[in-house]
């Protein structure tokens, strides 16, 4: 088996535990905080979770950029390089501690949630995604055992710290922090600079619901389009799986300058995941909406239909972003992104107020159109 496809198998069985941990978790955590304490503490806490996972871009700010680079010099064997980024990537997020004052719980939830993007980008760059698979099963112990708590926070807060003690454990082991050095620094920050415009829009689109439909709507409105996006939002942790798989692909061959291969790789993945969205978004049509609306414990309308097409829109061109991104034709990826995201926000505000769920799911539609 070439060096290739063993990366990709490996990263790919890493991903899918990983992220399908990742993924039921919000599930999980939605129908049992429903459940627990109703619709609209479910719409209240996701939406401050929300707001944490935006504001964690910021602070991963050099997160993308490290698993690029990381790759890259992996393939040129350059492994000071890596090192000497390393400290760079992982200091930043520790600046969100200032906020601590202002709201305890979004604060700590932002660090733990940059540093958790950090090395899962650090390490599958390293070409090592078998790591963050044990540290997410490990980490989903602790999210698990956060339920027996009544504090609607812990499970998250558990789950996130889960994954930064493993890594940092694994970093000082594998002795991967070095001297941050002028060059490496400038390498980050030219990169960092677009890519971070190209994550954030990414990261809105998929958060920004939760909390601006409680805020121009309601707790309750925002609790339904819970339901309904954390069941959708799982199919796209399909094209994640191929992100985390292929992304340091592309940089690891565009490295070795066989754009070729790159080309090929986009093609091929995009197909697949056309395949796969189509089989699964089939049988949620037929008995999603009622499985779900017997787990939250209420009725969810049409808007479940309309979050699976939105889904599947934002996972019919995510495998080309993901290649311009990895590529020199970072700039063309970002610019794509914020036109998506200004539609939704455009629509957000026109919609959310007059027609609740339906205009936010509505919203979220739109922006991933644009992009397409």
Same mark, same amino acid.
Request: charged share 15%; hydrophobic share 55%; glycine share 8%.
């Given at each position: 088996?070439?060096?290739?496809?063993?990366?990709?198998?490996?990263?790919?069985?890493?991903?899918?535990?990983?992220?399908?941990?990742?993924?039921?978790?919000?599930?999980?955590?939605?129908?049992?905080?429903?459940?627990?304490?109703?619709?609209?503490?479910?719409?209240?806490?996701?939406?401050?979770?929300?707001?944490?996972?935006?504001?964690?871009?910021?602070?991963?700010?050099?997160?993308?950029?490290?698993?690029?680079?990381?790759?890259?010099?992996?393939?040129?064997?350059?492994?000071?390089?890596?090192?000497?980024?390393?400290?760079?990537?992982?200091?930043?997020?520790?600046?969100?501690?200032?906020?601590?004052?202002?709201?305890?719980?979004?604060?700590?939830?932002?660090?733990?949630?940059?540093?958790?993007?950090?090395?899962?980008?650090?390490?599958?760059?390293?070409?090592?995604?078998?790591?963050?698979?044990?540290?997410?099963?490990?980490?989903?112990?602790?999210?698990?055992?956060?339920?027996?708590?009544?504090?609607?926070? $812990?499970?998250?807060? %558990?789950?996130? =710290? *889960? /994954?930064?003690?493993?890594?940092?454990? &694994?970093?000082?082991? !594998? @002795? +991967?922090?070095?001297?941050?050095?002028?060059?490496?620094?400038?390498?980050?920050?030219?990169?960092?600079? $677009?890519?971070?415009? %190209?994550?954030? =829009? *990414? /990261?809105?689109?998929?958060?920004?619901? &939760?909390?601006?439909? !409680? @805020? +121009?709507?309601?707790?309750?409105?925002?609790?339904?389009?819970?339901?309904?996006?954390?069941?959708?939002?799982?199919?796209?942790?399909?094209?994640?799986?191929?992100?985390?798989?292929?992304?340091?692909? &592309?940089?690891?061959?565009?490295?070795?300058?066989?754009?070729?291969?790159?080309?090929?790789?986009?093609?091929?993945?995009?197909?697949?995941?056309?395949?796969?969205?189509?089989?699964?978004?089939?049988?949620?049509?037929?008995?999603?909406?009622?499985?779900?609306?017997?787990?939250?414990?209420?009725?969810?309308?049409?808007?479940?239909?309309?979050?699976?097409?939105?889904?599947?829109?934002?996972?019919?061109?995510?495998?080309?972003?993901?290649?311009?991104?990895?590529?020199?034709?970072?700039?063309?990826?970002?610019?794509?992104?914020?036109?998506?995201?200004?539609?939704?926000?455009?629509?957000?505000?026109?919609?959310?107020?007059?027609?609740?769920?339906?205009?936010?799911?509505?919203?979220?539609?739109?922006?991933?159109?644009?992009?397409?």
């Amino acid at each position: 088996m070439s060096y290739e496809k063993k990366v990709i198998l490996r990263h790919s069985i890493a991903s899918i535990v990983a992220l399908a941990l990742f993924g039921l978790s919000r599930l999980i955590y939605s129908i049992v905080v429903s459940r627990r304490f109703g619709v609209e503490v479910l719409g209240r806490v996701n939406s401050l979770i929300s707001q944490a996972f935006l504001l964690a871009v910021p602070l991963s700010f050099f997160a993308v950029a490290l698993g690029k680079y990381t790759s890259e010099f992996l393939g040129k064997r350059e492994m000071e390089k890596i090192k000497s980024m390393t400290m760079l990537g992982f200091s930043f997020p520790f600046i969100g501690l200032v906020l601590i004052p202002f709201n305890f719980y979004l604060a700590i939830l932002a660090v733990l949630r940059a540093l958790q993007l950090t090395f899962r980008s650090f390490i599958y760059g390293l070409h090592r995604g078998e790591i963050y698979a044990y540290a997410m099963l490990g980490a989903f112990i602790l999210f698990i055992g956060g339920f027996l708590s009544e504090n609607y926070y $812990f499970p998250y807060i %558990g789950l996130l =710290s *889960g /994954v930064v003690i493993f890594g940092f454990l &694994y970093l000082f082991k !594998e @002795r +991967l922090f070095g001297k941050p050095t002028p060059s490496t620094f400038k390498l980050l920050l030219e990169y960092s600079s $677009f890519a971070f415009l %190209g994550a954030i =829009s *990414g /990261v809105f689109l998929v958060q920004a619901p &939760y909390f601006l439909s !409680e @805020r +121009l709507a309601s707790p309750k409105v925002a609790g339904v389009v819970s339901a309904s996006l954390s069941a959708a939002f799982l199919l796209t942790y399909l094209p994640q799986v191929f992100q985390s798989a292929i992304m340091p692909l &592309y940089s690891y061959k565009y490295g070795k300058d066989e754009m070729e291969y790159v080309k090929w790789l986009v093609e091929e993945s995009t197909k697949i995941l056309s395949f796969l969205v189509a089989l699964v978004v089939f049988s949620l049509l037929l008995v999603g909406r009622e499985i779900l609306s017997l787990l939250f414990g209420f009725y969810l309308g049409s808007e479940f239909y309309l979050a699976l097409i939105a889904v599947e829109t934002y996972i019919a061109y995510n495998p080309s972003i993901v290649a311009l991104n990895s590529t020199k034709y970072v700039r063309e990826g970002t610019v794509i992104a914020l036109l998506g995201a200004g539609v939704s926000l455009v629509a957000w505000l026109l919609l959310i107020g007059p027609f609740k769920e339906y205009g936010t799911v509505l919203g979220l539609f739109l922006g991933y159109l644009s992009i397409l």
